[in-house]
């Protein structure tokens, strides 16, 4: 059973992540009109996507590491700040270097944040009922990604930058509330009994975190593929208006938030996290063949929507896996291993499934068929580590 303390901390952290992906989703509408205003194009604006995933990948790694030495609060403190920063610096910026440098320091802060969350999670959680905070953690990513751009839509009337000042001023309130509310967590230490094995770093990495990690890279890069692409593959093919890809885009993220929420803890006990992932990599890569000929609106409709909660159940599950294998002086580090794996997917994902749909619009997805085959095929040697112990 939870206490009261932790459960009211668990709604913190899991509103500050909800904040910080509604500000991400805000500023979606009013991104055409910013680029009409200020003259640039596409590729400037996919340079400035790239740079918030590139600084997140960078940045990850050490912020994982100071998650574990400073402690999980200042981190999420000092993510929700430089993310007030970075909102606030888009709101008012005029030129683009300095929106690069607003959505730089977007990165960083989301670096700073979600390796200190999924660790403060991890160290008020018993494994038991980890995996279904880490499912509502996916979904209040999700749900904020969906609320966002509605939000933002709305906000745009009041003025095209009224959306970033809007974000700026949620995460200072964030900030403001866990300054006051949030307790540093204790961090559980393993203990070691008999018969178990002590194993160095590099040993542990090999032998507990670097399938999942890599798994976890080609889940984001097959997810990240489909998505940016999507909306280009439906209107090319299917001649799909805006509001149909809204429609769509809008009604997968919602019915993978809920399978989140309402399957994925009962799933993963009964099946375990490797299972799970193996499953769900299965359906996946079966589920983006079939968008390579499916026809009606309807079909891809459902094919969509069923897509997503494939994709939206390996992360969690992933990240769960993880987590219990990590000593609680770890979790950061693990966490900031995750983000960055995250990022590489991230950033090649798009870039790749770019370059195949100018020689065919069906090459990205049955390339991302493959690299899901490949992943199936990799969750066969993954095996759950027995017997170590960590120094």
Request: proline residues 4%.
């Amino acid at each position: 059973m939870q206490s009261r303390n932790s459960k009211v901390t668990i709604v913190l952290l899991l509103s500050n992540v909800f904040v910080a992906f509604v500000g991400i989703g805000l500023v979606i509408p009013v991104l055409p009109t910013i680029m009409n205003e200020m003259n640039i194009n596409g590729a400037v604006v996919g340079n400035m996507v790239a740079a918030f995933a590139i600084a997140q990948l960078i940045a990850s790694p050490f912020t994982g590491k100071w998650t574990d030495r400073i402690g999980r609060k200042p981190m999420i403190l000092l993510g929700l700040l430089i993310f007030s920063l970075s909102e606030l610096l888009f709101g008012i910026g005029q030129t683009v270097e300095l929106l690069f440098i607003s959505r730089t320091l977007g990165g960083i802060s989301s670096a700073l944040i979600m390796p200190a969350v999924t660790a403060f999670i991890a160290d008020i959680t018993s494994e038991y009922t980890r995996p279904k905070i880490l499912g509502y953690m996916s979904a209040a990513i999700n749900s904020g990604f969906i609320i966002g751009p509605g939000i933002g839509g709305l906000l745009a009337g009041l003025g095209t930058r009224a959306p970033f000042f809007a974000a700026s001023a949620l995460a200072a309130i964030a900030f403001i509330i866990s300054f006051f509310l949030l307790k540093e967590p204790e961090q559980l230490q393993a203990e070691q009994t008999d018969g178990e094995k002590k194993v160095g770093p590099k040993q542990i990495f090999a032998q507990l975190y670097f399938i999942p990690l890599l798994l976890l890279f080609t889940s984001t890069f097959g997810l990240a593929a489909f998505e940016s692409l999507f909306s280009l593959f439906v209107d090319h093919k299917f001649h799909f208006t805006p509001f149909d890809i809204a429609i769509i885009v809008t009604g997968g993220g919602l019915v993978g938030a809920i399978a989140q929420v309402l399957f994925f803890d009962r799933l993963a006990r009964k099946l375990g996290e490797i299972i799970l992932v193996r499953y769900c990599f299965i359906l996946s890569a079966f589920l983006v063949y079939v968008m390579t000929f499916v026809e009606s609106y309807f079909a891809v409709v459902i094919t969509s929507c069923i897509l997503f909660v494939g994709f939206d159940l390996i992360i969690p599950a992933i990240t769960s896996y993880l987590s219990k294998n990590a000593a609680g002086n770890e979790q950061g580090f693990v966490g900031g291993m995750n983000s960055a794996f995250t990022s590489l997917g991230n950033i090649f994902g798009p870039i790749v499934g770019g370059i195949l749909f100018d020689i065919n619009i069906h090459y990205p997805y049955l390339f991302a068929t493959a690299v899901m085959i490949l992943s199936i095929a990799i969750t066969f040697v993954w095996k759950k580590p027995c017997n170590i112990v960590k120094n």
